[in-house]
């Protein structure tokens, strides 16, 4: 009976997991990456799972389709997302991939670069929970302290992505933000290269009364990359306290081997608005720690913006024929990079 409910549960979040198929990522070089989870169909005979991943790279006017190799057996694959190096000119790809009719489920990530698929990396394979709103940021450089007794700080030129995502459990009693890194090695996940862990864990003071608050936008962790890329800043809420968060994270090398992330947290003003859209939001942040999330709703680009200490009423910039959806949100950006 248990594993019933809790696969009519996991049923029911997943409407909400399964609309975050489509992620896009235009790099610095103009090529435009697209990744979709869509539907297996009877003409896709070599194909075993329930939703694969498509890979679109636009190029000037050069369009090209692939199917993206580790998602075409088991289950269902779903919530891509995107990050791109472009000193190698490597794409990074993080999604889900649900097995057993959804009870259990893995996160999965590959790279791709000239053509060819990396290998595939499972972590954080799990029983029953749910995990959405998948994000990923990229660092280039990791600070070696280890160099004559941590007396001299080295940087290192390597690639670390960081991972988040929300994750259910307990057939929906308990929800928190987790976070990844990986340490990537010529494309690939290194050896002992994946470190995982509850973003409440970067948190200086873990205390508070358990209030179980059900503020939509707490589940939407953000992840943000630094302009010196050494760092990601990363603001996620806590259900448990009604509290928002950000902590900036960045790789470090103890024991003159093992890659950990160290976090410095400061607390963001608990947003004033209790409901938010489930799916399809989105967010942009400053070095002023400036954020705004938003998400588009008919006619209009909806958002909330967190400055100078305190978050905003829900705001609408109205779409017309002279202002589409991408402009909004163009705007939208510079208005928050603008302090």
């Known amino acids: 009976m248990k594993r019933i409910v809790l696969a009519l549960v996991f049923a029911a979040l997943s409407l909400t997991a399964v609309a975050d198929e489509r992620e896009l990522l235009l790099a610095g070089d103009g090529k435009l990456f697209t990744v979709e989870s869509v539907f297996n169909d009877s003409t896709q005979k070599a194909?075993?799972?329930?939703?694969?991943?498509?890979?679109?790279v636009q190029d000037g006017d050069k369009t090209s389709t692939q199917i993206v190799p580790a998602s075409t057996t088991?289950?269902?694959?779903?919530?891509?997302?995107?990050?791109?190096?472009?000193?190698?000119?490597?794409?990074?790809?993080?999604?889900?991939?649900?097995?057993n009719g959804g009870l259990a489920s893995d996160l999965l990530f590959c790279s791709y670069q000239d053509g060819k698929w990396g290998q595939v990396t499972a972590l954080d394979t799990v029983d029953y929970d749910l995990r959405v709103?998948?994000?990923?940021?990229?660092?280039?450089?990791?600070?070696?302290?280890?160099v004559n007794g941590g007396q001299k700080k080295v940087i290192l030129n390597e690639i670390n992505v960081h991972a988040v995502w929300w994750q259910v459990g307990g057939g929906g009693a308990m929800e928190w933000a987790r976070y990844a890194m990986l340490t990537i090695d010529?494309?690939?996940?290194?050896?002992?290269?994946?470190?995982?862990?509850?973003?409440?864990?970067?948190?200086?003071?873990?205390a508070g009364p358990d209030t179980r608050a059900t503020r939509e936008i707490f589940r939407h962790p953000a992840i943000f990359e630094s302009a010196a890329h050494d760092t990601v800043d990363v603001v996620f809420g806590d259900p448990r306290n009604d509290k928002m968060h950000r902590v900036t994270i960045q790789p470090t090398v103890q024991a003159g081997r093992i890659r950990i992330p160290i976090g410095k947290h400061r607390d963001v003003a608990t947003p004033t608005v209790t409901t938010f859209a489930a799916e399809g939001v989105g967010s942009v942040s400053s070095g002023a720690d400036n954020?705004?999330?938003?998400?588009?709703?008919?006619?209009s680009v909806k958002y909330i913006?967190?400055?100078?200490?305190?978050?905003?009423?829900?705001?609408?910039?109205?779409?017309?024929?002279?202002?589409?959806?991408?402009?909004?949100v163009s705007a939208l950006r510079r208005m928050v990079s603008s302090d």
Do not use: C
């Open 47 to 56: 194909i075993t799972s329930n939703r694969y991943l498509t890979l679109t």
């Open 133 to 146: 709103n998948l994000s990923i940021a990229l660092t280039r450089k990791t600070e070696d302290t280890t």
């Open 74 to 99: 088991t289950g269902s694959h779903v919530n891509p997302a995107l990050a791109y190096d472009a000193d190698s000119k490597t794409l990074f790809v993080f999604w889900e991939a649900a097995r």
């Open 291 to 299: 954020i705004a999330y938003y998400y588009t709703d008919k006619d």
């Open 305 to 328: 913006l967190y400055k100078d200490g305190a978050w905003s009423p829900v705001r609408s910039i109205a779409l017309s024929d002279k202002l589409s959806n991408e402009t909004a």
């Open 186 to 206: 010529k494309g690939n996940v290194a050896k002992d290269g994946i470190q995982v862990m509850n973003l409440r864990d970067f948190l200086i003071d873990d």
